[in-house]
Protein backbone atom coordinates (compact mmCIF):
# COMPACT_ATOMS: atom_id res chain seq x y z
CA UNK A 1 0.00 0.00 0.00
CA UNK A 2 1.49 3.09 -1.02
CA UNK A 3 1.31 6.00 1.87
CA UNK A 4 3.32 8.97 2.37
CA UNK A 5 2.84 9.87 6.27
CA UNK A 6 3.51 13.42 7.44
CA UNK A 7 4.76 14.24 10.77
CA UNK A 8 5.87 16.84 13.27
CA UNK A 9 3.40 19.66 12.91
CA UNK A 10 2.74 21.61 16.06
CA UNK A 11 1.89 24.89 17.96
CA UNK A 12 4.63 27.47 17.54
CA UNK A 13 5.54 30.79 18.75
CA UNK A 14 6.47 33.37 15.69
CA UNK A 15 10.76 33.37 15.52
CA UNK A 16 10.98 29.08 16.55
CA UNK A 17 11.40 26.86 14.26
CA UNK A 18 10.06 22.69 13.12
CA UNK A 19 11.32 20.14 11.25
CA UNK A 20 8.63 18.24 9.21
CA UNK A 21 8.73 14.62 7.81
CA UNK A 22 7.53 12.89 5.14
CA UNK A 23 7.81 9.05 5.76
CA UNK A 24 7.31 7.00 2.30
CA UNK A 25 5.56 3.34 2.64
CA UNK A 26 5.14 0.72 0.14
CA UNK A 27 7.37 2.90 -3.07
CA UNK A 28 11.05 3.79 -3.10
CA UNK A 29 10.45 7.23 -2.90
CA UNK A 30 14.42 7.64 -3.98
CA UNK A 31 12.61 7.72 -7.66
CA UNK A 32 10.23 10.41 -7.21
CA UNK A 33 10.43 14.15 -6.46
CA UNK A 34 9.10 15.22 -3.50
CA UNK A 35 6.83 18.43 -2.74
CA UNK A 36 5.57 20.09 0.11
CA UNK A 37 2.71 22.24 -0.19
CA UNK A 38 0.36 24.02 2.27
CA UNK A 39 -3.12 25.26 2.82
CA UNK A 40 -4.19 27.87 4.94
CA UNK A 41 -7.94 27.88 5.92
CA UNK A 42 -10.07 29.83 3.28
CA UNK A 43 -6.84 29.65 1.30
CA UNK A 44 -5.46 27.59 -2.15
CA UNK A 45 -3.14 24.82 -1.81
CA UNK A 46 0.24 26.42 -2.73
CA UNK A 47 3.79 24.59 -3.64
CA UNK A 48 6.41 25.26 -0.95
CA UNK A 49 9.21 23.39 -1.92
CA UNK A 50 10.59 20.32 -3.73
CA UNK A 51 13.66 18.22 -4.33
CA UNK A 52 14.52 16.28 -6.93
CA UNK A 53 15.13 12.24 -6.86
CA UNK A 54 19.09 12.86 -7.16
CA UNK A 55 18.77 15.56 -4.40
CA UNK A 56 20.55 17.73 -6.61
CA UNK A 57 17.73 20.18 -7.22
CA UNK A 58 15.63 21.97 -5.27
CA UNK A 59 13.05 24.72 -5.07
CA UNK A 60 11.17 27.02 -2.79
CA UNK A 61 8.56 29.77 -2.94
CA UNK A 62 9.80 33.44 -2.35
CA UNK A 63 7.93 33.95 1.32
CA UNK A 64 10.32 30.74 2.79
CA UNK A 65 13.42 31.58 0.58
CA UNK A 66 15.88 31.46 3.04
CA UNK A 67 13.61 29.89 6.12
CA UNK A 68 12.95 26.13 4.89
CA UNK A 69 15.21 23.90 3.77
CA UNK A 70 14.35 20.36 2.28
CA UNK A 71 16.12 17.47 2.20
CA UNK A 72 15.99 14.16 1.74
CA UNK A 73 17.39 10.75 3.02
CA UNK A 74 16.51 8.40 0.64
CA UNK A 75 18.06 5.58 2.30
CA UNK A 76 15.07 5.97 5.42
CA UNK A 77 12.82 6.81 2.34
CA UNK A 78 11.79 9.78 4.32
CA UNK A 79 12.11 13.56 3.19
CA UNK A 80 11.62 16.90 5.77
CA UNK A 81 10.95 19.95 5.66
CA UNK A 82 13.14 22.17 7.95
CA UNK A 83 11.37 25.69 9.15
CA UNK A 84 12.67 28.44 10.65
CA UNK A 85 11.89 31.83 11.50
CA UNK A 86 8.48 30.82 11.53
CA UNK A 87 5.85 33.38 10.78
CA UNK A 88 2.24 33.58 11.06
CA UNK A 89 1.40 33.58 7.35
CA UNK A 90 2.91 30.17 7.70
CA UNK A 91 0.60 28.39 9.41
CA UNK A 92 -1.15 26.02 7.94
CA UNK A 93 -1.99 22.27 6.92
CA UNK A 94 1.32 20.75 5.39
CA UNK A 95 1.30 18.28 3.06
CA UNK A 96 3.95 16.16 1.10
CA UNK A 97 3.16 14.66 -2.45
CA UNK A 98 5.33 12.32 -4.58
CA UNK A 99 5.60 12.46 -8.46
CA UNK A 100 7.64 9.88 -11.06
CA UNK A 101 10.04 11.31 -13.44
CA UNK A 102 11.86 9.85 -15.64
CA UNK A 103 14.59 12.02 -14.98
CA UNK A 104 16.02 12.07 -11.50
CA UNK A 105 17.00 15.55 -11.77
CA UNK A 106 13.56 17.81 -11.60
CA UNK A 107 10.44 18.58 -8.98
CA UNK A 108 7.85 20.51 -9.11
CA UNK A 109 4.83 22.39 -6.91
CA UNK A 110 1.77 22.09 -9.57
CA UNK A 111 -0.76 20.12 -7.04
CA UNK A 112 -2.28 18.55 -10.37
CA UNK A 113 0.28 16.05 -11.37
CA UNK A 114 1.43 14.57 -8.18
CA UNK A 115 0.99 10.94 -8.35
CA UNK A 116 0.85 10.29 -4.50
CA UNK A 117 0.01 12.63 -1.50
CA UNK A 118 -0.18 12.10 2.35
CA UNK A 119 -3.20 13.49 4.24
CA UNK A 120 -1.22 16.27 6.09
CA UNK A 121 0.17 17.71 9.87
CA UNK A 122 -1.21 21.31 11.31
CA UNK A 123 1.31 24.28 11.97
CA UNK A 124 0.53 26.28 13.49
CA UNK A 125 2.52 29.80 14.33
CA UNK A 126 1.27 31.84 16.71
CA UNK A 127 1.92 33.71 20.36
Known amino acids: QVQLVESGGGLVQPGDSLRLSCAASGFSAAFYGIAWFRQAPGQEREGVSCVSASNDYTYYINSVKGRFTISRDNAKNTVYLQMASLKPEDTAVYYC????????????????????WGKGTLVTVSS
Open 97 to 116: AAKYYTDSMVCETNYNNMDH
